[in-house]
């Protein structure tokens, strides 16, 4: 399968908003959970956020909890950040797995092993 898209990344400043957007064409089975990732470098590669394609149930990581939302459609995925802080700065990357025996979408998505480039957010103080 092709890698994901990601794309919407920029500069922002603290409290500002951004739009990131993936496309996941690859991935659009109704039983696949769609997600989104961060990485900075020397830490490892941090969930964000997910989606089950079946029936829209979102998740957060508590550090995005109330200011962000996941959302799709058949062949984009999106996470739109608000009030972003600097702590949210990192290359955000998208996931696809299916949820089949996982008891969540955040486990199945941690399977996820064709990273796309990611797009690069930034946040200034």
């Known amino acids: 399968q092709a890698r994901p898209v990601e794309s919407g990344g920029g500069s922002v400043q603290t409290g500002g908003s951004l739009r990131l957007s993936c496309d996941v064409s690859e991935y659009t089975r109704s039983d696949y959970c769609r997600g989104w990732f961060r990485q900075t470098p020397g830490r490892e590669r941090e969930w964000v956020a997910d989606i089950y394609r079946r029936d829209g149930t979102e998740s957060y990581a508590d550090s995005v909890q109330g200011r962000s939302t996941i959302s799709q459609d058949e062949n984009t995925l999106f996470l739109q950040l608000n009030n972003m802080h600097p702590e949210d700065t990192g290359m955000y990357s998208c996931?696809?797995?299916?949820?089949?025996?996982?008891?969540?979408?955040?486990?199945?998505?941690?399977?996820?092993?064709?990273w796309g480039q990611g797009t690069q957010v930034t946040v200034s103080s």
């Open positions: 996931a696809a797995a299916l949820r089949g025996l996982w008891g969540s979408c955040q486990s199945a998505v941690a399977t996820f092993r064709n």
